[in-house]
């Protein structure tokens, strides 16, 4: 499956191009207006790796997308490119100002084009994310050891972190301030929790039964 870029464009000759560019690597996912952008994130579970936006769009909610794309727990470091005309020069440094990674200025260059967006996606892959799934599931091992009837030894633990790790669905942040644990707590509802410790549970007696330590 092909990692996805996220364009917010009404332009079809500006799409069309951005597509044809880098339709070997990558796949794009257009949409006409910034107010799509959050209903498709909220909606779908496959992770972007860029956003391109149209700075005129941007504008209309007064660069609101911006703020609300780098509020998402997942795509808070996410590169975020506008394409601007070249009259824009105000726009262009407050967009700067507002989070945007780069502007691009139309109409596009190919070659430019590629290398500049080539550029962000290798920045994005810098930008870490951590599934703090794996803190949560660590906490509650710790919390409920005694409980779930498994070998204390570390070889246990990190057998039944690894199964549970395996077998839930992720949950992704940032960590580039360094704050997976509180964010993960935070991130975590009383119920999912216990749904969670359900899991553990279900994964511990695996282990209990068939332990790897000996």
Same mark, same amino acid.
């Given at each position: 499956m092909k990692n996805k870029i996220l364009l917010v464009d009404n332009d079809q000759q500006i799409? !069309?191009?951005? $597509?044809?560019?880098?339709?070997? !690597?990558?796949?794009?996912?257009?949409?006409?207006? %910034?107010?799509?952008? #959050?209903?498709?994130?909220?909606?779908? %579970?496959?992770? @972007?790796?860029?956003?391109? @936006?149209?700075?005129?769009?941007?504008?209309?909610s007064e660069f609101q997308i911006l703020k609300n794309i780098q509020s998402h727990y997942l795509y808070e470091?996410?590169? @975020? #490119?506008l394409l601007a005309e070249l009259g824009q020069l105000e726009d262009i440094s407050k967009a700067f100002t $507002?989070?945007?990674? !780069?502007?691009?200025a139309t109409p596009i260059d190919y070659d430019i084009?590629?290398?500049? @967006?080539?550029?962000?996606?290798?920045?994005?892959?810098?930008?870490?994310?951590h599934n703090?799934?794996?803190?949560?599931?660590?906490?509650e091992i710790n919390e409920n050891i005694d409980a779930l009837g498994i070998c204390t030894c570390p070889k246990c633990r990190k057998d039944l972190l690894t199964?549970?790790?395996n077998n839930v669905q992720p949950k992704y942040i940032s960590t580039e301030k360094g704050e997976a644990i509180t964010k993960a707590a935070r991130l975590a509802s009383a119920? !999912?929790?216990i749904q969670l410790l359900a899991e553990i549970t279900r994964y511990a007696k695996l282990i209990g039964e068939n332990p790897r330590h000996g």
């Open positions: 799409q !069309d191009m951005l $597509m044809d560019l880098l339709k070997a !690597d990558y796949e794009f996912i257009p949409l006409q207006s %910034s107010k799509q952008v #959050l209903p498709y994130l909220e909606g779908n %579970s496959d992770y @972007i790796e860029l956003f391109i @936006i149209d700075l005129k769009e941007a504008m209309l470091n996410t590169p @975020i #490119l $507002m989070g945007a990674d !780069d502007v691009l084009t590629k290398k500049r @967006i080539y550029n962000l996606l290798d920045i994005g892959k810098l930008r870490r994310v703090v799934m794996e803190d949560l599931i660590e906490i199964l549970t790790l119920n !999912d929790r």
